[in-house]
């Protein structure tokens, strides 16, 4: 009966110091950026930053494309949203600065995001935005489905940074917006 209770008052603080899995940084070097090359499908993502979460709010699908830009630090972007209604296409650039593993998006209206692209399966994009003082992690992936695995790592990883299942936008395929040329990145 002692060991029971030992055990059982003692979980809640085994489980407070469960260390979290660290937000590793992916190295950019010459092989990095044509991995990242392509299509890829916003999935879910969190923030704490007001203008952020009022955008997450309005988005009901998204796919973009990273494609070369004129130099080799240069990422040029396309995106499909739904927002809300609408579909909008927004092409855009990004700055790759090696020497700190980010990357810097800058908006029509010249604002910046910055953003460190975190180490995990090749076929997702978890990017964790450190422009803001506030918490805002992304998730995209190759498919606009992903694995429950790959979701639970997200969700370990948003977890650490303390949100809620509650403060998590899911975009949907059934929003799904036209690709440009008629393409088709596997889609179903």
Not at 47 to 59: D, F, I, T
Not at 167 to 179: G, I, N, Q, R
Request: negative net charge; charged residues 20%; hydrophobic residues 40%.
């Amino acid at each position: 009966m002692l060991a029971t209770l030992s055990l059982f008052l003692g979980l809640p603080l085994a489980l407070a110091t469960q260390s979290c899995p660290p937000l590793v940084p992916v190295t950019f070097d010459s092989t990095t950026i044509p991995q990242i090359l392509g299509w890829w499908f916003y999935i879910a993502g969190a923030s704490r930053y007001p203008p952020h979460l009022e955008e997450m709010r309005a988005v009901k699908f998204e796919a973009f494309s990273f494609s070369p830009g004129s130099h080799e630090d240069e990422i040029n972007i396309t995106e499909i949203i739904r927002m809300n209604e609408t579909c909008v296409m927004r092409n855009s650039k990004a700055q790759v600065l090696q020497q700190n593993s980010t990357l810097v998006h800058v908006d029509d209206n010249g604002v910046a995001s910055v953003a460190r692209m975190i180490q995990s399966d090749k076929d997702l994009l978890i990017l964790n935005h450190i422009s803001t003082d506030f918490p805002n992690l992304s998730l995209s992936a190759r498919t606009p489905n992903v694995s429950k695995e790959h979701m639970e790592e997200f969700k370990a990883h948003l977890h650490c940074l303390g949100f809620t299942e509650e403060d998590v936008f899911h975009t949907s395929t059934e929003h799904a917006c036209p690709l440009p040329g008629g393409e088709d990145p596997q889609l179903g």
